[in-house]
């Protein structure tokens, strides 16, 4: 295990299994020295862990819980990454993390949601982890998840 794992395992968490793909498409491609992953739903063992929209008050998935939700898309995002780099540890720089938002019309809270995603990278990674990021208010997402995350990061050769 390298120092990215060690710090993952340090927050109780590892890199899991690369979630399957839900269409036609691969979870990470390398393009010379960049890496782009595909968007990553909140996927635990094969599920997604939760649906429906993001917003305030009963019938919603809490910002709180979609923060969450982010980060465990953040750490699927790992694991594509590791599944065509090998070691985490040649991640030199994350460069781009967009995040999606299946929000509430009234929400406006999606930089808060995405900041899960943020804030995993930057403690997996540390200085390297610091990036350009949007965050996006979508009306729907693949399977009705609450959050998608995406991430492109600059490798060493």
Same mark, same amino acid.
């Given at each position: ?14 890199? *899991?299994?690369?979630?399957?793909? %839900?269409?036609?498409?691969? *979870? ?8 782009? #992953?595909?968007?990553?739903? *909140?996927? %635990? ?5 939760? #649906? ?44 781009? %993390?967009?995040?999606?938002? /299946?929000?509430?019309?009234?929400? #406006?809270?999606?930089?808060? %949601? ?13 200085? /390297? ?16 998840? *609450? ?11």
């Amino acid at each position: 295990m390298g120092a990215v794992e060690d710090r993952l395992a340090e927050l109780g968490l590892s890199v *899991p299994e690369v979630a399957a793909p %839900v269409a036609v498409y691969v *979870p990470a491609v390398v393009d010379g020295s960049r890496v782009f #992953t595909s968007g990553q739903l *909140p996927m %635990v063992s094969g599920q997604l862990a939760e #649906t429906g929209k993001v917003g305030e008050g009963d019938g919603f998935v809490s910002p709180e819980r979609a923060k969450e939700l982010a980060q465990i898309c953040a750490l699927n995002a790992i694991a594509a990454v590791k599944s065509v780099v090998g070691d985490l540890d040649r991640v030199e720089r994350v460069v781009k %993390v967009v995040g999606f938002v /299946a929000s509430d019309p009234s929400f #406006t809270g999606q930089p808060g %949601v995405v900041n899960g995603a943020s804030e995993l990278l930057g403690a997996a990674f540390g200085d /390297a982890g610091v990036h350009a990021r949007s965050a996006v208010g979508v009306s729907v997402l693949p399977l009705d998840a *609450p959050v998608e995350v995406e991430i492109i990061v600059h490798v060493a050769d």
